[in-house]
Structure formats: C-alpha cells, structure tokens
C-alpha cells in the first residue's frame, strides 16, 4: 500500500507535467479557473476534450460581459489552471492564483478576486480551504456534495448548481413516476449495490468493477439501474458489460457522462444553457488567433493528431459542448459580473482598494440574470437551479447526443415534469414485484392487478365509482331534485298566469322552453353516478351538452330581445327585426353543439377522458353564455319591471365563476369523486339560471300582484323614458292595444 501510494504521487507528477501551464488574458477584475483538463492521471496523456470546452465556456462568457460593456471602463481577465481532477495537482496549481495577492504591490497584474472551478466535490473541498485563507470566493460549477452547504466550514464556497439531495430526490421521483418501486426499505428495493473506490489508483478499482458487472449480468431480471459514479469508471464498467450480452439491454438512470450501447439511458443533468453562441464563437475561431496562440491548452489540442484538419478538431470541440457546462459557467461569470458592477460602477468602489472578503460578502447576495431570468444565491451558496432529464442518444459511432430533454424536476415545488416519450421508451420493460430479501421477483398483471409500497403479493384491483350510498352522493341528488321540482313548480306558475304582464314581458314561450331545458340539465346529473357504463358515458356529456345549450341559448334570445326592445334607434331596430328569429337562432345554436357532439362520439368515446373534446362542448357553450352576457349588460339600465337583464347578467357571471373553478378541480381529482365535479358544476350553473330568471318573477305573480298590471308596466316605462330623454322610443315600446305584446326583456 505504502508502495502504491507513493507511486500515485509520482505519477501525478509525471503524467500531469503539462498541469503548471496556465491561459491567461488580461483585466482589470482577474477570475481565477480551475478546469480538470487532464481528467485522470492514470494514464498518460488522458485528455479531457469536454472538459477543454468548458474552459473555453468560461472564456466566450468573459468576452461576451466585456463586449457588451455593462462594465463601463471595467474589464475581466482570466487566469486557467489544470486540476488534472486531483486533489494534490489541484492544491499545488491553486497558489498559482494566490500568487497575485501576495506579490499585488509588485506585479503588474491585479489579484485574483474569485475563482470558478472545479468540477469535481473532492477537490472542491481542498481548494476552498486554501482559498479561503484569504477569503477569496469559489464558485463551483459542478461540485454537488452536500458537504459543501455547510457555511461554517465552507464560508467562501459558492456554486451555481444544487447539491445533491435534490438529484437524489428527483432521481427516486422517476423511479415512482414509471413504477420502477421495487418493495423495501425507503419503498425501494435494491436487487444489488455496489461502491467503487474514490480515486482511479486505487488497486482494488478493478476488483470492484468485476464485482459490479458480474451483479449486472447474473441479475437479468433487473430492467432498470442507477448510478452514481465518475465517467471514467461507467466506461469501465460499459466497456465490460458490451462483451457480455446479460449486459446491455438495460434502463440506465445516470448522473453523469456514459455511453448508450448497453441500453436506454436517462441522465439526470444540471440545468441546460442554450449552447449556441458558444459554438458559433467556436466555429468563428481563426487558426492564427490570439485564442488559439495564446492558450496552451487550446494549443495543444489543437496540435494532437496532425492529420486532421482544423476544422474537423473544432467540430469535436463542439460536439463535448454540454449544455448543463455551458449554462453553469456562464452564470457564474454572470454572477461575479453583476457583483463587480454593483460594487465598482453602482457603488463606485476602488479596484485597488477591493478586498476579497468584500467582494465575497457581495456576491452571495448578489442578483444576476441570464436568458431573461434573474438568479441569485440561497442562504447555503447554492443556485437552486433544477434539473433536466434527457435521454442520451448516439449521434455518430464515437459521440453522444446529451441534448435531447425529455423532462425537468423543479426543486422549489419538489414537481418532476416529464413528457410521454419516457412511456414509450420503457413500455416494453417489466416492473417486478420482489420479496423482502430481493432474491425473487415475479410480475404482476398490469391491467388487473397492482401492488402497495410495502406488500409482497399482488391484488387485483378495484372499480372506483360513486355509489348510490354515498353520503356525498345523496346531497347530490337531493339537490338536484329539488331543483327540478322547483322547475316544474315553476312551469306550473307560468302558465296559470300566462297572459299577466310578467309572463308576457319575459318571453313565455321562450321561458318555458327555458324551463324544459333546465329540467333535462338536473335530470343529466344522475347519469354521472353509480357503476359506469359506455352507454351511460355516452349519455351523460352528450345530454347535459344539448340541454344546457338550449339553456344558454334561450339566454342569448332573451338577451337580443332586450336590445332589441331598448337600446337600439328605429333604423337599426328595424333590420334587427328581420334578424330576430327565435325558434331559427336556437336551431342554429343546438346544431353546432350537435355536431361537436356528434364528432366526439364518433371519434373518440366520452368515457374515454378525451380533455379536447370535452373542452370543445364547453367552450362552445361559454361562446353562448359570452355574446348573452355582452347583449345583456348593454342593457342593464332598464326599468325595474324590466330587470331581466340584470338578472342575466349575474347568471352568466356564476356560470363563468363556477366553470373556471372547475377546470382545474377536475383534472387534479381522482377516482371515486371525479364525476361528482361534474355534478356540482352543473347543479350549480342550473340553479343560477333558474333563480336570476325565475324567482323575482314568482314573487310578483303570487304575492305582488298590485305590480302585475299593465298600468304598473307602462307607468315603470314612463317614469324610465322621460329620464332618459327618450320618449319617442318608449312610445314606441308601447302598444296601444292592452291586450297586444308588452316589451320582452
């Protein structure tokens, strides 16, 4: 061991011997940039392109913040270090930063004031320590160790990524989402786990990678896999598991880089920039510029294999372009910029004078914006920035496409959004049910059986309906019979006292066509309870479309007749006139809602929850109830005897109220009381009409008499045109024949 150990050092000496070059470029506020270009130092030369790109991200995003000049004067510099993703190359490269801040009386260079880096957690953890000697600010852009958020240790550390926790989190929540529960502790079971060494030369990496493919492979009934692990040892793991076919075939959920020969893999990934401008920087480079000249790493790059073209090199710098790198890079340059322009432009703080610690303070409460969103840091340092989920797809034989986003987990709500590709992808995959030791796992049906968090056994499942026994049921029904005897109680007033002024003022044929519509929409509600049937899916939606279309279209008839009636001149009265067709304008209105019935019956069934259809009916009815409720409220200044439309205009109101509220109720509630939505909705909006229409009216026909005569009508009339200045329309309104039609509201 002792042996191993001090080979390990050597070889990070000699295999990292390019780790002290350094790309640099002058500024007034200098970032420091901890890349691991080199990405392991087991073997030589293991030259990291990804991460050679995202030293470069750092670059284009500093020249974009001093080209645009939101500085003013003020420009960034920068100064990139190699980690060689090691701890000790990491810590020796990290002075080199520092060197400025000691020797700053003395150089012409100004200090480093942050430093964005490293990737890695482990090396993260050192290097903060180091820097925080003097209290410079680290800005990580990949280190998601939860470690890092604690502030008493770590009080210059900041990141532009959440901490682990939540990919965790959001990792378990994808696993539920697609039924991968396995029964167990945590509600998961794991068939096998396995741990691999922390540092690539460690001598018993080998072992544990054998261990780990041999778990893979003699497990075959493991559809799906989780990881945790650096690149470098998935590849290991892959490059095992494509020699032996029990390996591939397989769901990978991934947190990091790997190949997608061996199966279907979803990466959770850190939040993803748009990468476009950066490879258009990349595609704009000149072989001659200064970039190209001037950065070492870049430089060497570019001279690794001397037979391809630069351009070809360019095009392979783009392709490890990722887009989490692109958008957490940025916004940590976008962050120290923010806190540089409060501090120096806004504040008109000297440079010379800026110490870290100040500027430390000011970035953790900085604000900064990026694509039109504005970011900050919570109370532990960290961008609680989310996560996307994407499916990793072979671009070309030796490269992967890791843009392809298929979902995305938002911290603040603990929500995961995810699209229907997953379904289509994974449908094929069986989801086993296991015993407590996780030896065996058998299938259950997926059409009739299911299994609780916890169980070992398979149940059927279980019709889930409103029962006629319901307590919330019954309400229902009570309600909506009393609803319907009040309407044919209604009916009956009506027609005893058919040739009374208030019945003739309010349209009787029309209003008693109201009242048969409003008894079909309370006798619709029933149908929405009790055991479903196709026949009775079909039934319910297409009985209560028609009927309270008829509803709302002897609205918008009523609504017209009082345009009609008040408040148009005699011109335009008379062609509304010839417009005004009662029986044609509610044939019209029930024959569009027929055919959008029609079309979704044959389509696709109601029972079936198609949202679309479902959604048209109502809209069309809205449409109705819409151009009633603007005709209506023109004339909401009528005379009292005349208040129809008042009286329509709240109507409308509660329908709209009720129908908003219920759109999102609906889709959120499940199971046994998902119809019963639908219910109250309806019971609602039905005794909304048959109250505003009806029970004033009822009131004068039984116990208002005095002002159920023609004298009372006209003199409300009288009284109604001489204040408005109106009295040759309202002699107009008023027949002299007693006996003839009063106006209709």
């Known amino acids: 061991?002792?042996?191993?150990?001090?080979?390990?050092?050597?070889?990070?000496?000699?295999?990292?011997?390019?780790?002290?070059?350094?790309?640099?470029?002058?500024?007034?506020?200098?970032?420091?940039?901890?890349f691991p270009i080199h990405e392991s130092v087991s073997k030589t030369g293991q030259f990291s392109v990804a991460r050679l790109a995202q030293s470069l991200m750092m670059v284009h995003a500093v020249e974009e913040i001093n080209r645009s000049g939101e500085l003013g004067n003020i420009t960034l510099g920068f100064h990139i270090m190699d980690s060689c993703a090691d701890v000790t190359t990491a810590l020796r490269n990290t002075p080199q930063t520092r060197k400025n801040n000691y020797n700053c009386q003395h150089s012409p260079?100004?200090?480093?004031t942050a430093v964005i880096g490293d990737y890695y957690s482990e090396i993260s953890i050192a290097v903060t320590r180091h820097l925080n000697l003097e209290q410079i600010p680290q800005i990580s852009y990949g280190a998601t160790s939860g470690l890092l958020s604690d502030k008493t240790r770590f009080p210059s550390f900041l990141r532009t990524v959440p901490q682990d926790d939540h990919q965790a989190f959001a990792i378990v929540e994808i696993l539920k989402k697609n039924n991968w529960t396995w029964v167990g502790v945590n509600s998961i079971c794991f068939a096998y786990i396995n741990f691999l060494p922390e540092f690539l030369v460690d001598v018993s990496l080998n072992d544990s990678i054998a261990e780990t493919v041999k778990n893979i492979t003699d497990r075959e009934k493991v559809s799906v896999i989780v990881f945790f692990a650096k690149p470098d040892h998935m590849k290991s793991i892959f490059n095992n598991l494509l020699e032996n076919d029990k390996g591939k075939h397989k769901v990978w959920l991934a947190s990091d880089n790997c190949l997608n020969d061996v199966g279907t893999v979803f990466g959770i990934t850190l939040k993803s920039g748009n990468t476009s401008k950066f490879k258009r920087f990349l595609r704009n480079l000149?072989?001659?510029?200064?970039?190209?000249?001037?950065?070492?790493?870049?430089?060497?790059?570019?001279?690794?294999?001397?037979?391809?073209?630069?351009?070809?090199?360019?095009?392979?710098?783009?392709?490890?372009?990722?887009?989490?790198?692109?958008?957490?890079?940025?916004?940590?340059?976008?962050?120290?910029a923010a806190t540089a322009k409060d501090l120096c432009v806004d504040k008109e703080w000297n440079i010379s004078s800026l110490q870290?610690?100040?500027?430390?303070?000011?970035?953790?409460?900085?604000?900064?914006?990026?694509?039109?969103?504005?970011?900050?840091?919570n109370d532990y340092s960290d961008v609680d920035s989310g996560y996307d989920l994407i499916l990793w797809r072979s671009s070309s034989q030796?490269?992967?496409?890791?843009?392809?986003?298929?979902?995305?987990?938002?911290?603040?709500?603990?929500?995961?959004?995810?699209?229907?590709?997953?379904?289509?992808?994974?449908?094929?995959k069986c989801v086993y049910l296991c015993f407590a030791d996780s030896a065996q796992c058998y299938k259950c049906d997926e059409n009739t059986e299911y299994s609780d968090e916890g169980s070992s056994s398979c149940k059927k499942r279980l019709d889930l309906f409103l029962k006629w026994g319901d307590p919330y049921h019954i309400t229902l029904l009570a309600f909506t019979s009393l609803g319907a005897m009040l309407t044919l109680t209604v009916g009956v007033i009506f027609l005893a006292r058919w040739n009374t002024p208030v019945v003739r003022s309010s349209v009787g044929p029309i209003c008693i066509v109201l009242l048969f519509s409003l008894l079909c929409t309370f006798g619709s509600v029933p149908l929405f309870g009790a055991r479903p049937s196709d026949e009775k899916c079909r039934a319910r939606q297409v009985f209560f479309g028609l009927s309270f279309t008829l509803s709302v279209s002897c609205i918008l008839v009523k609504s017209f007749k009082i345009i009609l009636a008040f408040e148009f001149d005699p011109v335009t009265q008379d062609v509304l006139?010839?417009?005004?067709?009662?029986?044609?304008?509610?044939?019209?209105?029930?024959?569009?809602?027929?055919?959008?019935?029609?079309?979704?019956l044959s389509y696709k069934a109601p029972q079936k929850n198609s949202y679309p259809a479902f959604g048209a009916m109502l809209a069309y009815i809205g449409l109705l109830a819409i151009l009633g409720f603007v005709l209506a409220f023109k004339g909401r200044k009528l005379p009292q005897c005349y208040n129809d439309a008042k009286f329509?205009?709240?109507?409308?109101?509660?329908?709209?109220?009720?129908?908003?509220?219920?759109?999102?109720?609906?889709?959120?509630?499940?199971?046994?009381?998902?119809?019963?939505?639908?219910?109250?909705?309806?019971?609602?909006?039905?005794?909304?009409?048959?109250?505003?229409?009806?029970?004033?009216?009822?009131y004068i026909i039984l116990f208002k008499q005095e002002k159920n005569t023609e004298a009372a009508f006209r003199q409300e009339v009288r009284e109604?045109?001489?204040?408005?200045?109106?009295?040759?329309?309202?002699?107009?309104?008023?027949?002299?024949?007693?006996?003839?039609?009063?106006?209709?509201t």
């Open 356 to 377: 870290p610690e100040t500027f430390r303070d000011a970035l953790k409460s900085a604000k900064f914006s990026m694509d039109g969103k504005q970011y900050s840091f």
């Open 648 to 698: 329509i205009t709240f109507s409308m109101l509660i329908y709209f109220i009720a129908w908003i509220i219920f759109g999102p109720v609906y889709k959120n509630v499940k199971g046994e009381y998902h119809p019963a939505v639908e219910m109250v909705v309806i019971v609602i909006s039905a005794y909304a009409i048959l109250f505003c229409q009806f029970l004033i009216k009822c």
């Open 398 to 428: 030796n490269t992967v496409d890791m843009s392809y986003s298929i979902g995305r987990f938002d911290i603040e709500t603990k929500r995961l959004y995810i699209s229907n590709v997953i379904d289509q992808i994974v449908k094929n």
């Open 577 to 600: 006139k010839k417009v005004y067709k009662p029986p044609a304008i509610i044939a019209l209105c029930m024959a569009g809602q027929a055919v959008v019935c029609t079309v979704w």
């Open 1 to 34: 061991k002792i042996f191993w150990g001090l080979f390990s050092v050597l070889s990070l000496q000699f295999f990292c011997c390019e780790s002290n070059q350094e790309a640099k470029s002058p500024g007034d506020i200098m970032i420091g940039g901890l």
């Open 286 to 336: 000149d072989e001659d510029s200064d970039l190209c000249q001037n950065n070492p790493f870049l430089s060497d790059f570019l001279k690794r294999s001397p037979n391809a073209s630069f351009q070809s090199k360019i095009e392979e710098l783009v392709n490890m372009s990722y887009p989490y790198a692109a958008f957490s890079i940025e916004l940590a340059v976008r962050a120290i």
């Open 109 to 112: 260079r100004p200090p480093v």
């Open 720 to 744: 109604f045109s001489y204040g408005s200045d109106r009295d040759s329309h309202s002699t107009a309104l008023l027949p002299s024949n007693p006996s003839g039609p009063l106006p209709v």
